[in-house]
């Protein structure tokens, strides 16, 4: 499915929202319902590194989408390099960046060679022979191996090193605000994005697809190579068997809901599997905007990706966000008494806000405040706790 066509299907099937309210004040009561934004600007996004992976930025660069940060080192391991001596042993004659194998402070490529030698300390980069993995096998050349210096212990440094590097580049552009290797990067976004609870895999990017049928479970039959790219709006929940699809369909991305325990540890241990093995994949990213209870998406939230369908959007796991840089986005109109069930038998459905309760007698011989509610489509009311509801807000 194209981006157009995405588009264009999502927007006849987004659910309407109900306008505004010409009311400048909020209801009485309704100001004690907690309030849910579906909306930040400028978020701070971090992304982690491990062992033997290094930054290739800087705090204060200016990144784009598509810029090399970063580089990961899928088969890194622990060795023993030596004894690294330190600025002085490295300016003595006889002794050469090669034979010393001095810390390498690679930031400026134009520095004298002099310049960029530093005192070994954990974090910075190390480039050594092969001969540091242990004896190689006879007539067979020796391999560079790189990584960052890990920790020093009895006057020998260990290293996270490795001869495989791949570099990550950037799902979304904005402002480094800080660079450390084998710790994070962490970004201020250009932009906006659309919070969530709970997130996993690794920051991707692709245009946002968003099918028809968005309030049930997405079947993993649904996804095929024609949303290679893309980042798939999943409905209420996700399947296991529906993620194992999606990665193997090079899909970037799953936003849904809800997503359940299990489908989140089937991930993880697919993903050490996929790097225990080194073979290359695509960066995949998942994201519920709810948690873990199965409740269907919000009105508002499916008015607002409807409106995103068919644009490049990108998936951060920490914080879990589903990022967009366009500014030309129709924001949905909220109602000022529109309110959702988040907990409860009630759970995920919505309605109007009618007037404080007072205090009211629950399941169990509880108290506590409440509230009448008309759900959608429903001429009787409900009385709920007020705990239980929640309200939008951009």
């Not at 990961?72 to 002794?95: C, F, N, Q, S, Y």
Request: charged share 25%.
């Amino acid at each position: 499915m194209s981006p157009r066509t995405a588009r264009t299907s999502a927007r006849s099937a987004a659910p309407s929202v109900p306008p505004s309210s010409p009311a400048v004040e909020l209801p009485p009561g309704l100001e004690r319902v907690a309030r849910r934004r579906i909306l930040v600007t400028r978020p701070v996004v971090r992304i982690g590194l491990g062992p033997g992976e290094r930054a290739l930025v800087k705090a204060g660069d200016s990144i784009e989408a598509g810029t090399p940060i970063a580089e990961r080192t899928p088969d890194a391991e622990v060795v023993d390099i030596g004894k690294l001596p330190g600025i002085e042993a490295a300016d003595r004659p006889g002794i050469s960046p090669a034979t010393s194998a001095i810390a390498v402070d690679d930031e400026d490529e134009e520095a004298p060679r002099r310049d960029r030698r530093t005192p070994p300390v954990p974090g910075k980069w190390w480039v050594g022979g092969a001969e540091r993995r242990g004896r190689p096998p006879l007539k067979k050349p020796l391999n560079r191996v790189a990584g960052t210096l890990l920790f020093e212990t009895h006057g020998r440094w260990r290293a996270a090193v490795g001869e495989r590097h791949e570099v990550v580049e950037a799902p979304f552009g904005g402002v480094v605000k800080d660079a450390r290797n084998c710790v994070e990067i962490t970004v201020e976004v250009n932009g906006s994005a659309i919070p969530g609870a709970i997130a996993a895999g690794e920051p991707s990017r692709g245009y946002l697809d968003v099918p028809r049928l968005t309030d049930g479970e997405l079947w993993a039959s649904a996804l095929d190579v024609g949303k290679s790219g893309a980042v798939v709006v999943a409905g209420s929940r996700i399947s296991a068997q529906a993620i194992s699809r999606a990665r193997a369909m090079s899909i970037r991305g799953l936003v849904a809901g809800s997503v359940g325990q299990g489908e989140l540890r089937d991930l993880a241990a697919s993903l050490a599997r996929q790097r225990a093995s080194l073979a290359p994949s695509v960066p995949f990213g998942l994201i519920a905007l709810d948690g873990y209870q199965r409740r269907p998406l919000p009105t508002p939230l499916l008015a607002l990706l409807a409106a995103l369908a068919g644009r490049e959007v990108a998936v951060s796991t920490d914080p879990p966000l589903l990022v967009f840089d366009v500014v030309d986005v129709p924001l949905p109109e909220l109602a000022r008494d529109w309110v959702r069930v988040r907990s409860g038998p009630h759970a995920g459905r919505e309605g109007r806000w009618l007037e404080a309760a007072g205090l009211r007698r629950f399941r169990g011989g509880i108290y506590l405040d409440a509230a009448v509610v008309r759900f959608v489509d429903e001429t009787d009311t409900t009385i709920l706790p007020i705990a239980d509801l929640e309200r939008f807000v951009l």
